[in-house]
């Protein structure tokens, strides 16, 4: 694992997902900026894709649970290659296939739409599931909000992937600690999720989503596990846009252009830093 | 019309039958295996069938899942925590990205009985066809329903299959029959009123045309098994050529069969229509056939409504 390229790949995931947002006017920086650790390390070092086939039926899949927080996802897809990179500004606009959430008819490398909250996940466990039918090696993984969790499909989904052994599912569950009416302790706390999640019959583990080690790690401890693997991930809402971190404010909120340069200027800090 | 069946259970055999035809299908359940008789298909496939639990909505997120691998799921609960329980994940999961799932919803209508209103889906139609892209067949007996289910496979797309629990007589038990998605059937010719029907009304339909051929009425009746898309064709020449249309469904006459038809006759051939179901109220326990009587679901009321249809022709 190079740590400084997926640095700088996270980095640039970043710097593209606010600017998808200050171009739209509109969108989520906040979670977006929280999850480009994982997308980073997801489609740079752990799964097996190929973005000049996106439909290949042996592809390791992955869903974006939180569909809000697409401005990453995007950004991550095209730095994978799945589609031109000048795309990403037309994020949110009418004429563009990158709709506010994701769109598998029109989004190559997207495998599930989503956006309203705690659906991904069944859908991820149907095509682990699905692998399970057809003995295909292939993994699904899926990121899954702190606050999304509030939504009881979750725990359907959750029942049923320990139900069934789905030991090629691995859900990031993104715990940023904050939702759009405030810190999630406050609206509706579904913490312990470690506890919760290893009560419902999966292996778990708890990590910092930011450290690209941990996160190798948590990969690898799914698959030698015999169980869906849950890996709750302590991240920073906002992460790497000085203004934005930890702040309710930038759940859903875009940057003026004022904001956009200072998040710009911040984040181009931390690129000279990984260069040095 | 001799035997009687319920859909429910010509589903479930049809299942099994095409389970041996087509591999890549499989069936989810919520716990009502024995009900909907999807169990039939998980004693001849028990790898392919996986009970999800009394977790519709996980249900039908594990059937988006499924079929963007390209399998065929069919998932199945009642009609109730099918298109209503679940409907945000059906219009979400399954419509908008359209995905290749058949939701195979029984216990529909008032005909479920006993249970009473909270298990009586008076509203499946309406919620189902306003979904873009989805296909909403309702079959009117055991016959249409194994060539429905068969149909929906060979779609490709997300489809809403509405079976009941109640036995019905057989009535498409002909040798020329033939299911075609999105293609009315005209059981009987007639012209001074038609009587567009589905489901478990449409053999009630053709014995009001009996009775009002008693009365000198040539009634037409037509089977709409295909509510979306619908067959606008052969019910706006219907309007044409009868001018009065009596609709029949076991459902709410808001947003259902009778709305559907309203909708294609008052754009393209304005004629009378009136509207027969379920009134704006719901269900209550019973058995099916003492709720069907006192609902209003016999051949005899049909006729009458016919009858009023015609007398409303200017």
């Known amino acids: ?276 | 019309m001799s035997e009687k069946i319920a859909t429910r259970e010509a589903y479930g055999l049809a299942l099994s039958e095409f389970g041996a035809k087509y591999k890549n299908l499989v069936v989810l359940d919520a716990d009502l295996a024995a009900a909907t008789k999807t169990g039939t298909f998980k004693k001849a496939f028990p790898d392919r069938f996986f009970d999800c639990g009394i977790a519709e909505a996980n249900m039908i997120g594990v059937a988006a899942g499924l079929a963007s691998t390209g399998l065929i799921p069919f998932a199945s609960s009642f009609a109730m925590f099918a298109a209503g329980r679940a409907f945000e994940q059906i219009r979400n999961s399954v419509g908008y990205p359209h995905l290749n799932v058949k939701i195979g919803a029984t216990h529909a209508g008032i005909s479920v009985g006993e249970d009473g209103a909270t298990h009586q889906c008076n509203e499946d139609i309406a919620l189902m066809r306003t979904i873009p892209g989805m296909t909403v067949i309702n079959p009117s007996d055991a016959v249409e329903a194994r060539a429905a289910v068969e149909a929906a496979i060979l779609h490709e797309g997300p489809c809403y299959l509405r079976f009941g629990r109640f036995a019905v007589p057989v009535i498409n038990d002909k040798e020329n029959y033939k299911f075609e998605l999105g293609k009315g059937v005209v059981l009987r010719e007639g012209n001074d009123v038609s009587i567009v029907a589905t489901g478990l009304t449409v053999h009630l339909a053709l014995e009001a045309a009996d009775i009002l051929s008693g009365r000198n009425i040539s009634a037409r009746v037509i089977n709409i098994h295909t509510i979306k898309p619908l067959d606008k064709e052969l019910i706006v020449k219907a309007a044409a050529e009868t001018g009065a249309i009596l609709t029949a469904e076991e459902h709410s006459i808001i947003g259902g069969l009778g709305s559907a038809v309203c909708e294609a006759v008052c754009e393209e051939k304005p004629v009378p229509v009136l509207r027969f179901g379920m009134n704006d109220e719901f269900g209550r326990s019973g058995s099916a056939a003492k709720l069907l009587e006192m609902y209003g679901f016999t051949a005899q009321n049909l006729a009458s409504l016919a009858e009023k249809a015609m007398s409303l022709k200017k």
């Open chain 1, 1 to 276: 694992m190079d740590k400084k390229k997926l640095s700088l790949i996270a980095l640039n995931i970043r710097k593209n997902a606010v600017a998808e947002v200050h171009a739209a006017k509109s969108g989520h920086p906040g979670g977006s900026l929280g999850i480009a650790d994982i997308l980073a390390y997801l489609y740079f070092e752990e799964m097996h894709v190929d973005p000049d086939n996106p439909k290949w039926d042996d592809r390791d899949r992955f869903v974006l649970s939180k569909g809000h927080a697409c401005p990453a996802y995007y950004a991550a897809l095209a730095e994978k290659g799945y589609f031109d990179k000048e795309l990403l500004i037309t994020f949110r606009k009418p004429d563009s296939i990158l709709q506010g959430h994701p769109d598998m008819k029109h989004i190559p490398g997207v495998d599930m739409s989503t956006g309203s909250l705690g659906q991904g996940i069944s859908a991820a466990c149907g095509m682990a599931l699905s692998g399970k039918i057809r003995n295909k090696n292939y993994r699904v993984y899926a990121i899954v909000g702190d606050g999304e969790s509030e939504e009881g499909q979750v725990w359907e989904a959750a029942m049923m992937a320990a139900h069934y052994k789905l030991s090629n599912l691995c859900v990031f569950v993104d715990s940023n600690g904050l939702q759009i009416d405030g810190p999630v302790s406050e609206v509706m706390n579904p913490q312990p999720l470690d506890d919760k999640f290893k009560a419902f019959g999966w292996n778990v583990c708890v990590i910092d989503g930011h450290d690209f080690d941990q996160i190798a790690q948590a990969c690898k401890n799914a698959r030698n596990s015999d169980k869906p693997t849950a890996v709750i991930c302590k991240t920073v809402k906002g992460k790497g846009v000085s203004f934005m971190e930890n702040a309710v404010a930038w759940h859903g909120t875009a940057p003026n252009d004022e904001q956009y340069e200072t998040a710009i200027s911040d984040l181009e800090k931390i690129e000279k830093e990984i260069n040095a």
